[in-house]
């Protein structure tokens, strides 16, 4: 599965961001899909995942109640809705998929990453 990330960019704090994740080469169903992100100096964390009946999602508590993942089979893609972004939000943002009929914490396939900056 090759993961493709677009939408970020720069936006002011309180502003909203979506985050899009084209996948390719195989399909998204009955995997699970993350969002991670990682900031520079820190470790890459997970802030958001869903499983694959779409209605079974995981938030951090940093982005709980501001961010939301969801996903579209038919379409081969997840997105991440970003409501209310704060300057600790700024990081690189990447799309994983966890191996066919598994739904654990190892992410086989990962995209490149995209950008968003929220400036202080």
């Known amino acids: 599965v090759q993961l493709v990330e677009s939408g970020g960019g720069s936006v002011q704090a309180g502003g909203s961001l979506g985050l899009y994740c084209a996948a390719s080469g195989d399909t998204i169903r009955r995997r699970c899909m993350a969002w991670f992100r990682q900031a520079p100096g820190k470790e890459r964390e997970r802030v958001a995942r869903?499983?694959?009946?779409?209605?079974?999602?995981f938030y951090a508590d940093a982005v709980k109640g501001r961010f939301t993942i969801s996903r579209d089979d038919a379409k081969n893609t997840v997105y991440l809705q970003m409501n209310s972004l704060k300057p600790e939000d700024t990081a690189m943002y990447f799309c994983?998929?966890?191996?066919?009929?598994?739904?654990?914490?190892?992410?086989?396939?990962w995209g490149q990453g995209t950008q968003v900056t929220v400036p202080s």
């Open positions: 869903i499983l694959w009946d779409g209605t079974n999602t």
């Open positions: 994983a998929a966890t191996t066919l009929g598994t739904c654990g914490n190892v992410y086989t396939y």
